[in-house]
């Protein structure tokens, strides 16, 4: 029964210090975003094989060039574009693997951090995998599509999240570093959320950098052998939950222009 659940709650005042780098020219000073958190060791290293196993228990959807992917849940793909043709075409298209089909404790323990408000916001988990040279764009995850509250846990390998102003335009093609970024350390086990300012204010993305700067500052590479898995708890809204016919197409560009 939930009863047993318990036993996982987390205090809500028991999240880590995350080891952050800040750019040059970041926001003049040196900040992290509102609506930040982070919690080292969220699993143990048995819970993690416990995950893996489970997410390569089928294969992996080659959808993205820049890294495969896997839905629990309802499915949607995140793109650059409005693109109908690479979203589910019926209502049994729109599931992916059954969320029964995590391990039963990991989102009454995501829930119990208090980021969700309970157990039914969270209607899809996206599992991604990132090799050697896998990384994904600055984004902002659309809000017409998604809801407030976004957690990822990280497994196998770091890797450095990269927050930046909405603002800031993308460097040129020089590759100058505009300086308005910050740097946060995504470590093995840990839960990261995104909520407030972090989730609408910021882009966030993982560069293809081979060099991720661990928590005692020494370089970890992420070599030919290099493999992470991410678990991104969501909340797809009714927004996006409708079938992409002409019509429903549309609809959400209108709500788009509202917004």
């Not at 893996?52 to 629990?72: I, M, N, Y």
């Not at 972090?198 to 950098?209: A, C, E, P, Q, V």
């Amino acid at each position: 029964g939930n009863t047993s659940n318990s036993v996982f709650a987390m205090p809500r005042a028991a999240w880590s210090t995350p080891y952050v780098s800040y750019g040059s020219n970041f926001q003049g000073a040196q900040r992290l975003p509102q609506g930040v958190c982070y919690k080292r060791e969220f699993v143990t290293p048995l819970e993690e094989a416990e995950l893996v196993k489970a997410v390569d228990a089928e294969p992996w959807l080659g959808t993205l060039r820049s890294r495969a992917q896997q839905f629990f849940g309802l499915v949607y793909f995140q793109t650059n574009h409005d693109m109908p043709s690479l979203q589910p075409g019926s209502e049994t298209g729109q599931r992916g693997r059954s969320l029964g089909d995590l391990p039963h404790w990991l989102l009454p323990r995501v829930v119990d951090t208090g980021v969700f408000s309970e157990l039914e916001e969270i209607n899809q988990v996206a599992a991604n995998e990132y090799l050697q040279g896998s990384g994904i764009g600055a984004h902002v995850e659309d809000p017409v599509s998604f809801g407030a509250n976004l957690a990822t846990l990280s497994l196998l390998s770091p890797v450095e999240i990269t927050l930046t102003p909405v603002e800031q335009p993308h460097q040129g093609d020089g590759g100058i570093d505009h300086g308005n970024w910050v740097k946060i350390l995504l470590e093995p086990r840990s839960l990261f959320i995104l909520q407030g300012e972090s989730r609408y204010k910021f882009t966030h993305g993982i560069r293809r950098s081979r060099i991720v700067t661990l928590r005692d500052g020494t370089p970890y590479r992420r070599g030919p052998d290099y493999r992470r898995v991410s678990l991104t708890f969501r909340e797809l809204l009714e927004t996006r939950r409708k079938l992409f016919d002409e019509d429903a197409i549309s609809r959400s560009h209108d709500l788009v222009e509202m917004t």
